[in-house]
């Protein structure tokens, strides 16, 4: 079982800046593919950028140039840079693990607030 911990969620200003951080028990340099989702209230969770164990990275049109995500093997932590923040921005952010190609995101954190005042 793995447990994932998010923290570095808040209030900022639009335009602002936040990290987001998680860090996974046990590690994370096994796992095939480490993400960031988001889910605002009455919208679907959306994923909103991922990294693979080679750390080839991917992102939503709507975060494309302003987030960045980035792992720390050795630390057992994902984080997401996320700058330029604007109100449409505001969800409550999930890690999440996909453990082989053929598996679906297996492991959730329990989610960090990200609210984006205009």
């Known amino acids: 079982q793995v447990q994932l911990v998010e923290s570095g969620g808040g209030l900022v200003q639009a335009g602002g800046s936040l990290r987001l951080s998680c860090v996974a028990s046990?590690?994370?340099?096994?796992?095939?593919?480490l993400a960031w989702f988001r889910q605002a209230p009455g919208r679907q969770r959306d994923l909103v950028a991922s990294?693979?164990?080679?750390?080839?990275?991917d992102y939503s049109d709507s975060v494309k140039g302003r987030f960045t995500i980035s792992r720390d093997n050795a630390r057992g932590a994902l984080y997401l840079q996320m700058n330029s923040l604007k109100p449409e921005d505001t969800a409550v952010y999930y890690c999440?693990?996909?453990?082989?190609?053929?598996?679906?995101?297996?492991?959730w954190g329990q989610g960090t607030q990200v609210t984006v005042s205009s």
């Open positions: 999440a693990v996909q453990t082989g190609p053929f598996d679906s995101f297996k492991y």
């Open positions: 046990g590690g994370i340099s096994n796992f095939y593919r």
């Open positions: 990294i693979m164990s080679s750390r080839l990275t």
